[in-house]
């Protein structure tokens, strides 16, 4: 017998808002999930390290998805709820993991938890899909060049070094939501 598994999820039919974002990472608990896709578990610690050397974070626990190509598991997605403060998800460096990536953030906003989901530059329209499905279509995620998989250490070290501070500022600032319909009608009106 085959089985089939479907990476996808249903989405949940409102759109995506943004959780309260705290005033600053001072104190917090930070949880990275990973999607198992290689390296990505390197970079994600080092933006933990430099989280609680830079920015005053308390602590940060690694968490491992099943599978790369879905989003965490319902064990995750309440342990982080319920013990954590802010929430980071990479390094989507594939079609079906990007994905799965910006899903976890949209997850976790969505329970009130403020979230950085990093993807690779070439997996940006994936990422924009998920949001789509997800009925926020201007979901902000980042973007991290490609490839991860292979960087040696260093340079996955100056990787993370220059996407923390982006990290941040999505953590701390609620992402602009652009409304496209209205900017339209605006538009539209404008011309008349």
């Known amino acids: 017998m085959i089985e089939l598994l479907n ?34 578990d390197n ?24 599978y790369s190509s879905v989003p965490a598991h319902e064990e995750i997605l309440q342990e982080v709820q319920a013990d954590f ?37 070439l997996f940006k329209n994936t990422g924009k899909a998920m949001a789509k499905q997800w009925g926020n279509e201007n979901y902000q995620f980042l973007i991290m060049e490609h490839p991860i ?14 996407i923390a501070p982006q990290v941040v500022d999505m953590l701390l ?3 602009v939501v652009v409304d496209s319909t209205n900017s339209s009608q605006k538009e539209s009106e404008n011309a008349h």
């Open 7 to 40: 990476p996808t999820r249903e989405a949940a039919g409102a759109a995506t808002t943004y959780a309260q974002r705290p005033k600053s990472l001072k104190g917090k608990k930070v949880a990275l999930i990973e999607n198992t896709k290689f390296n990505s």
């Open 43 to 66: 970079i994600l610690k080092r933006i933990g390290e430099i989280l609680i050397k830079d920015y005053g974070a308390e602590s940060y626990k690694i968490f491992s998805k099943r």
């Open 85 to 121: 403060d802010v929430m980071v998800a990479g390094i989507g460096d594939c079609g079906s993991c990007s994905s799965g990536t910006v899903l976890d953030g949209i997850l976790l906003e969505m329970r009130n938890i403020p979230s950085a989901s990093i993807i690779t530059h």
């Open 149 to 162: 998989a292979n960087l040696p250490d260093h340079l996955s070290q100056e990787r993370a070094e220059l």
């Open 173 to 175: 600032n609620p992402p």
